[in-house]
Structures are given as C-alpha cells and as structure tokens.
C-alpha cells in the first residue's frame, strides 16, 4: 500500500584494528522529520538494552546488529528527508559513540 511499516535499523561495531566485533551495550535510536514545526520533529524514540540488543546479532550474509522497529503508526508517507541518530553505549569501556544519517525517500 505504499505505507512505511518498519524502521529497519542495523549497527556495525568496530574495534580499534578496524575489526567487526559483538560489543555489549546498549542502544538509543531516534528518528526525526527536521522539516516539521519544532516540537513535531520527532517521530519517535527507542532504547535498546543489553539483553535485547545481543539477541538482535545477525551472522548471515552482513554481520551486524539487526533492530526492528514498529513506524506504522508514526509515519503517514516517506515524502521528505528523515533523520536517524543512534547512540551506542559501550557497557565494557563505557565510551559512547554517535552517529547521524539522513534517510532520503
């Protein structure tokens, strides 16, 4: 039906050799319109935990952190440019690491 349902999210970590790697943590994703009124720019927001985020590792064909997320009821029709922010919470060293990408229809 055109409709956007899910919000497929997947996250690769890295450690300092450049390596692919199962890091423990946690994970906060949100997901804004920044063409809206402020106030209505965001569209949702999710936090992940350690538990969950482990059971979502996918090691098929692309090695990562696959996230599924419900939009159904947040997102009318994919027309403008959308915004997603991820923070990963390494629960080993305790860093934080941000990252930005803006989705285009």
């Given at each position: 039906?055109?409709?956007?349902?899910?919000?497929?999210?997947?996250?690769?970590?890295?450690?300092?050799?450049?390596?692919?790697?199962?890091?423990?943590?946690?994970?906060?994703?949100?997901?804004w319109?920044?063409?809206k009124?402020?106030?209505?720019?965001?569209?949702?927001?999710?936090?992940?935990?350690?538990?969950e985020?482990?059971?979502?590792?996918?090691?098929?064909?692309?090695?990562?952190?696959?996230?599924?997320?419900?939009?159904?009821?947040?997102?009318?029709?994919?027309?403008?440019?959308?915004?997603?922010?991820i923070?990963?919470?390494?629960?080993?060293t305790?860093?934080v690491?941000?990252?930005?990408?803006?989705?285009?229809?």
């Amino acid at each position: 039906d055109g409709k956007i349902d899910t919000l497929i999210v997947r996250i690769q970590p890295y450690d300092n050799f450049g390596d692919l790697i199962k890091a423990a943590g946690s994970v906060e994703v949100e997901l804004w319109n920044l063409n809206k009124p402020e106030g209505q720019a965001k569209i949702g927001s999710w936090k992940i935990g350690p538990e969950e985020l482990k059971k979502a590792w996918n090691d098929t064909l692309v090695t990562n952190y696959r996230l599924s997320f419900d939009v159904s009821d947040k997102i009318d029709k994919f027309d403008e440019p959308l915004t997603l922010k991820i923070t990963f919470t390494d629960h080993l060293t305790g860093k934080v690491f941000k990252e930005q990408k803006v989705l285009e229809p």
